[in-house]
């Protein structure tokens, strides 16, 4: 997905939990970046066949295994991801920080937008 539908998504997300606040606009731009990162090095990943490990062969001509240098940057973006989304308030913990208290829903659109991310 790219830059401008996470916007979307994540302005959405946050309308929907309560959260949204104009001067998160940045905030919101910083994590579409982050989370289009994710997704490009998620179809990267998908092309190289699921390889959590490589073959690499550096300059002197030696050949190690190495982490999937994909993989690497998805779990890079997954964490900076996860720390921007508890300060929008769309964790648990984030929204009781924001609102004071966690109500009890299930299915939201925020919910549906990280299964479908994860997929």
Not at 22 to 29: A, K, S
Not at 85 to 91: E, N
Request: glycine letters at 8%; a neutral charge.
């Amino acid at each position: 997905m790219i830059k401008e539908e996470w916007i979307t998504r994540l302005k959405k997300a946050c309308r929907d939990a309560g959260t949204y606040r104009p001067f998160f606009d940045e905030v919101i731009g910083q994590l579409a970046q982050i989370l289009e990162i994710r997704d490009n090095a998620t179809a990267e990943f998908e092309i190289s066949g699921n390889k959590p490990v490589v073959v690499h062969t550096n300059k002197g001509g030696h050949s190690n295994v190495v982490k999937n240098p994909a993989l690497v940057v998805i779990n890079e973006c997954n964490q900076q991801a996860l720390a921007y989304w508890r300060d929008l308030g769309l964790t648990p913990a984030g929204y009781k920080k924001l609102n004071g208290e966690v109500t009890e829903r299930r299915g939201g659109s925020f919910e549906a937008a990280i299964q479908e991310a994860l997929k």
